[in-house]
């Protein structure tokens, strides 16, 4: 075993790192859609990398890296098509293009939505990209929860969540709430055998994250339920909680 590739939700830090620490290989990020045919980003250290410290290798891991030869990546202001600072930290709509990147779709009329008027492929993904031109994945537009004036990445909160060594899987939604338009609400696994209180989670996690992000709640659930290819179906559980009552109501 050489390499262990991953292509799909970003990989939380704490599940690499348990790879290499385990069996000394840590997961390798790539990304990249069918429509892009299909690797269009691969995280792959450089030389300089490797003499940096575990964990500064660690945290480049939960890049997806840099874009693939032949494959151009922006980073846009939604709903433009301005590129946001290369700075690590300003988010917008990756969108790709390339010789070998769907720039429309045949007959269907999700085209319009899913290509720029200059051929540019709307991934879908909210990234961030820094000045070395590493991408990572913030989180699904669709999945963002707006809270107030602001967007927090469902993304990070689960990866946090799931740093806990008595969390098997967490995946987290907004649901409404009458002044901040949505509030996260954490949906947890606990691995079998465990226990925890929603306290318990809340006091894990809420030095990792700003006071605005924090879940106003945290609920106990047997399975996060699965898309066909695996990944968390976070619409199953917006429908499931649609009309949650928070205790911050």
């Not at 990989?11 to 997961?27: M, N, W």
């Amino acid at each position: 075993l050489r390499v262990i590739p991953v292509g799909g939700s970003a990989v939380p830090k704490a599940l690499s790192e348990a790879y290499r620490e385990t069996i000394g290989l840590p997961i390798l990020q790539a990304w990249g859609m069918t429509e892009t045919s299909p690797i269009a980003a691969t995280c792959n250290l450089s030389l300089a990398d490797q003499k940096k410290s575990i964990d500064e290798q660690a945290e480049l891991r939960t890049t997806v890296g840099t874009i693939n030869f032949g494959v151009d990546c922006r980073v846009v202001t939604p709903g433009t098509t301005t590129p946001v600072p290369w700075d690590g930290e300003t988010s917008g709509e990756l969108q790709c293009a390339g010789s070998w990147i769907a720039s429309t779709y045949y007959n269907d009329t999700r085209a319009a939505e899913s290509f720029t008027q200059d051929g540019w492929l709307r991934t879908g993904d909210v990234a961030t990209m820094d000045s070395s031109g590493r991408i990572r994945l913030v989180d699904r537009t669709k999945d963002l929860i707006k809270t107030g004036g602001e967007w927090i990445s469902s993304v990070e909160i689960e990866n946090e969540l799931m740093s806990h060594p008595k969390i098997k899987e967490a995946a987290v939604v907004g649901v409404p709430h009458p002044k901040w338009s949505e509030r996260p609400l954490a949906c947890v696994v606990l691995n079998p055998g465990e226990s925890l209180t929603k306290d318990e989670v809340l006091d894990y996690i809420r030095p990792r994250l700003a006071k605005w992000q924090v879940p106003d709640d945290v609920v106990f659930i047997d399975e996060v339920p699965k898309t066909s290819v695996g990944k968390f179906s976070k619409k199953t559980l917006r429908d499931k909680f649609a009309d949650y009552v928070l205790p911050t109501i």
